[in-house]
């Protein structure tokens, strides 16, 4: 490889590419990645070519009188602007925490004969952060909201300027603190206080929320500065936006620095997971299961609480939404968006290659004398309780700090979208995890179940359909009769159980399991 950190992450990403034999596969990830660009300019050029109409009276009417006008509300977009902002910001944090620090192109076992650069895993994690959905869907919202609500004469370019000055500032910023965050938790000492800093933001947040200031606390978040810069841009006062964007891009530059400095530091921390001292716990020797369904499914559950990645997704998954969906007094139309985005993100912690957790024992686990379709409904039933368990815990949050009382219609909704979502998740799942097996450790800090590439498709194509679930229920909310989302559910169930049968009848197919067997043990 080159010496330069630039050379080697052009030859990195190279090798990447040429690793993806299928030319078909190929032609896939370019088109996907064309149409993630297109879907933003598409998005922006909708947005800013919606009609400003009249201003909404406190009854709904217009000035008029006669409702044949649309409605302004770009002042209505525009105060929302911050708080997704301060959203965003704290995703581009959590992502690469819940990383490991960054993402991986190619596994650091892979890569120990290769003097690869500090600089260089910093900039490919980059390079890769798009690959993260809910980090592109917030990108896609925030240019979408701009270029409604805070375009000029001129158009909304110079307000998406100091907008995206800003995404690329919270992403290298973001990265720099999560480097920082996985270095001190390399020992014991920094576990103890990153959890006790954990307890101390989920008390402020109770406090927040019971003293009912949460408006009060946006209003006076950093993120109305790049409100008021985008503002003054549409208005084309380059003495009130210019500075600000070159604040940012300044930001953006020096957070990549240090996120340069501190992953390396990060790096050379030796840690002590795993070492026991003379005074170590004995280890608890669990119960013999009363049959090999639930042998296997313990095996199983205790793969996934083995795995560094796995644990660390699993806790974020579950405090994060549960947290932001009760500080946000969401509607009960809302809500039924909830549990899809959430479900599809747990299925990407390991449900899209579940079979994986096996590793190299998946050839001791199929040679034992046992029903080879309990394999796969214990995987089935792990990936289960990790999205249930999600959406469950999203759905509490959500309801605790609801905008008003349920009404029936709300519930059948929701739980519809809840149940739903779910099956439709975990059948997608163990499809993909016996049609398209990946050989994955997961043991690293930053192991993923599939290649970048793959978990960018599985990404949209979880994403794909579980927020068109959750729009069809979030649009039955506002209907008045409980046939459509109960029809909605049955309908979708059903789809669902068709798909795992689909599913067991090709993993039946002796030829089919070994060789998953043998992708996900030896590669």
Same mark, same amino acid.
């Given at each position: 490889?080159?010496?330069?950190?630039?050379?080697?992450?052009?030859?990195?990403?190279?090798?990447?590419?040429?690793?993806?034999?299928?030319?078909?596969?190929?032609?896939?990830?370019?088109?996907?990645?064309?149409?993630?660009?297109?879907?933003?300019?598409? +998005?922006?050029?909708? /947005?800013?070519?919606?009609?400003?109409?009249?201003?909404?009276?406190?009854?709904?009417?217009?000035?008029?009188?006669?409702?044949?006008?649309?409605?302004?509300?770009?002042?209505?977009?525009?105060?929302?602007?911050?708080?997704?902002?301060? /959203?965003?910001?704290?995703?581009?944090?959590?992502?690469?925490?819940?990383?490991?620090?960054?993402?991986?192109?190619?596994?650091?076992?892979?890569?120990?004969?290769?003097?690869?650069?500090?600089?260089?895993?910093?900039?490919?994690?980059?390079?890769?952060?798009?690959?993260?959905?809910?980090?592109?869907?917030?990108?896609?919202?925030?240019?979408?909201?701009?270029?409604?609500?805070? =375009?000029?004469?001129?158009?909304?370019?110079?307000?998406?300027?100091?907008?995206?000055?800003?995404?690329?500032?919270?992403?290298?910023?973001?990265?720099?603190?999560?480097?920082?965050?996985?270095?001190?938790?390399?020992?014991?000492?920094?576990?103890?206080?990153?959890?006790?800093?954990?307890?101390?933001?989920?008390?402020?947040?109770? +406090?927040?929320?019971?003293?009912?200031?949460?408006?009060?606390?946006?209003?006076?978040?950093?993120?109305?500065? +790049?409100?008021?810069?985008?503002?003054?841009?549409?208005? #084309?006062?380059?003495?009130?936006?210019?500075?600000?964007?070159?604040?940012?891009?300044?930001?953006?530059?020096?957070?990549?620095?240090?996120?340069?400095?501190?992953?390396?530091?990060?790096?050379?921390?030796?840690?002590?997971?795993?070492?026991?001292?003379?005074?170590?716990?004995?280890?608890?020797?669990?119960?013999?299961?009363?049959?090999?369904?639930?042998?296997?499914?313990?095996?199983?559950?205790?793969?996934?609480?083995?795995?560094?990645?796995?644990?660390?997704?699993?806790?974020?998954?579950?405090?994060?939404?549960?947290?932001?969906?009760?500080?946000?007094?969401?509607?009960?139309?809302?809500?039924?968006?909830?549990?899809?985005?959430?479900?599809?993100?747990?299925?990407?912690?390991?449900?899209?290659?579940?079979?994986?957790?096996?590793?190299?024992?998946?050839?001791?686990?199929?040679?034992?004398?046992?029903?080879?379709?309990?394999?796969?409904?214990?995987?089935?039933? +792990?990936?289960?309780?990790?999205?249930?368990?999600?959406?469950?815990?999203?759905?509490?949050?959500?309801?605790?700090?609801?905008?008003?009382?349920?009404?029936?219609?709300?519930?059948?909704?929701?739980?519809?979208?809840?149940?739903?979502?779910?099956?439709?998740?975990?059948?997608?799942?163990? #499809?993909?995890?016996?049609?398209?097996? #990946?050989?994955?450790?997961?043991?690293?800090? =930053?192991?993923?179940?599939?290649?970048?590439?793959?978990?960018?498709?599985?990404?949209?194509?979880?994403?794909?359909?579980?927020?068109?679930?959750?729009?069809?229920?979030?649009?039955?909310?506002?209907?008045?009769?409980?046939?459509?989302?109960?029809?909605?559910?049955?309908?979708?169930?059903?789809?669902?159980?068709?798909?795992?049968?689909?599913?067991?009848?090709?993993?039946?197919?002796?030829?089919?399991?070994?060789?998953?067997?043998?992708?996900?043990?030896?590669?």
């Amino acid at each position: 490889m080159r010496s330069t950190g630039r050379g080697q992450a052009g030859a990195l990403l190279s090798l990447r590419w040429h690793m993806i034999r299928s030319r078909r596969t190929r032609i896939g990830l370019a088109v996907v990645g064309v149409f993630f660009l297109v879907l933003i300019a598409l +998005v922006v050029l909708a /947005a800013a070519g919606v009609p400003l109409g009249a201003v909404a009276m406190s009854d709904g009417s217009t000035p008029l009188g006669g409702g044949e006008l649309p409605i302004d509300r770009t002042g209505e977009v525009a105060t929302l602007l911050p708080s997704a902002m301060l /959203a965003f910001a704290l995703l581009c944090v959590l992502a690469p925490v819940a990383a490991g620090g960054g993402y991986e192109l190619i596994p650091e076992a892979e890569l120990v004969a290769y003097p690869v650069k500090v600089s260089t895993l910093v900039r490919v994690a980059l390079a890769l952060t798009p690959l993260n959905i809910a980090w592109y869907l917030q990108v896609l919202l925030l240019s979408g909201a701009t270029a409604y609500s805070l =375009r000029g004469p001129g158009g909304p370019g110079l307000p998406l300027v100091v907008v995206l000055s800003y995404v690329l500032a919270c992403t290298t910023v973001g990265q720099a603190i999560g480097w920082a965050i996985v270095g001190v938790r390399r020992t014991r000492t920094g576990r103890i206080a990153t959890w006790s800093a954990l307890a101390a933001l989920i008390l402020a947040g109770l +406090v927040v929320i019971a003293t009912d200031q949460a408006s009060t606390l946006l209003d006076s978040a950093p993120t109305t500065r +790049v409100l008021g810069a985008g503002l003054r841009a549409a208005a #084309h006062d380059a003495g009130g936006w210019a500075p600000t964007a070159v604040v940012l891009l300044v930001i953006t530059a020096a957070g990549y620095l240090i996120a340069v400095r501190v992953a390396a530091w990060s790096l050379r921390q030796p840690g002590d997971l795993g070492i026991d001292g003379p005074r170590g716990r004995p280890i608890r020797r669990r119960s013999l299961a009363s049959d090999d369904l639930r042998a296997l499914t313990r095996i199983d559950r205790a793969s996934v609480w083995r795995s560094p990645p796995l644990r660390r997704g699993l806790l974020v998954l579950g405090v994060l939404p549960m947290g932001v969906a009760a500080l946000a007094g969401l509607p009960w139309s809302s809500i039924a968006l909830l549990p899809p985005l959430v479900g599809s993100g747990a299925a990407l912690l390991f449900g899209v290659n579940a079979l994986s957790l096996d590793g190299s024992g998946a050839l001791w686990v199929s040679t034992m004398p046992q029903d080879p379709n309990l394999v796969l409904l214990s995987k089935a039933r +792990v990936v289960t309780e990790v999205v249930g368990g999600s959406v469950l815990l999203v759905l509490v949050g959500a309801s605790v700090r609801a905008s008003r009382p349920p009404h029936l219609l709300d519930l059948v909704c929701t739980l519809g979208a809840c149940v739903s979502c779910v099956a439709l998740v975990v059948a997608t799942c163990m #499809h993909l995890s016996v049609t398209r097996p #990946h050989r994955a450790e997961l043991r690293g800090p =930053r192991d993923t179940p599939a290649p970048p590439g793959a978990m960018a498709v599985y990404s949209a194509r979880l994403a794909g359909v579980t927020t068109s679930v959750g729009i069809a229920f979030s649009l039955a909310t506002f209907g008045r009769s409980l046939v459509i989302p109960l029809v909605l559910t049955a309908g979708l169930l059903t789809w669902a159980t068709v798909s795992w049968r689909r599913t067991r009848r090709i993993w039946a197919d002796s030829t089919i399991r070994s060789s998953v067997v043998a992708t996900v043990s030896t590669g």
